[in-house]
């Protein structure tokens, strides 16, 4: 597995959408769960959403239910995080993990997470 790598991040007004990337090749292979987390200015770093590498599953925090969706793409070896209505509370460096293991009840722990990027950057202005 290669470090995970995120894109599509950017600044957009509250009710916005974006959508992040993150390429790691070969987690197909490796990984049995992929997972975005995010990290606010003064804050510690939380779980958004999670997905299992077979797509059997996906989570979410309750904070962005309905909102953001994870998916992914074995070919392009690409998971991605489609944010819609954003708010500014959204607001966050946004990081893709690989975890070569988790189930329902760890896939929103940080410490199953052992290959990690460098984040995308999400701002939303009210």
């Known amino acids: 597995l290669q470090q995970p790598v995120e894109s599509g991040g950017g600044s957009v007004q509250a009710g916005g959408s974006l959508r992040l990337s993150c390429v790691a090749s070969g987690y197909t292979i490796s990984t049995n769960c992929m997972a975005w987390f995010r990290q606010a200015p003064g804050k510690v770093r939380e779980w958004v959403a999670g997905i299992y590498t077979d797509d059997t599953n996906s989570f979410y925090d309750d904070s962005v239910k309905g909102r953001f969706t994870i998916s992914q793409d074995h070919a392009k070896d690409t998971v991605y995080l489609q944010m819609n209505s954003l708010k500014p509370e959204d607001t966050a460096l946004y990081y893709c993990?690989?975890?070569?293991?988790?189930?329902?009840?760890?896939?929103?722990?940080?410490?199953?997470?052992?290959?990690w990027g460098q984040g995308t950057q999400v701002t939303v202005s009210s």
């Open positions: 993990a690989a975890a070569t293991y988790c189930s329902a009840d760890t896939i929103s722990h940080e410490y199953r997470y052992g290959d």
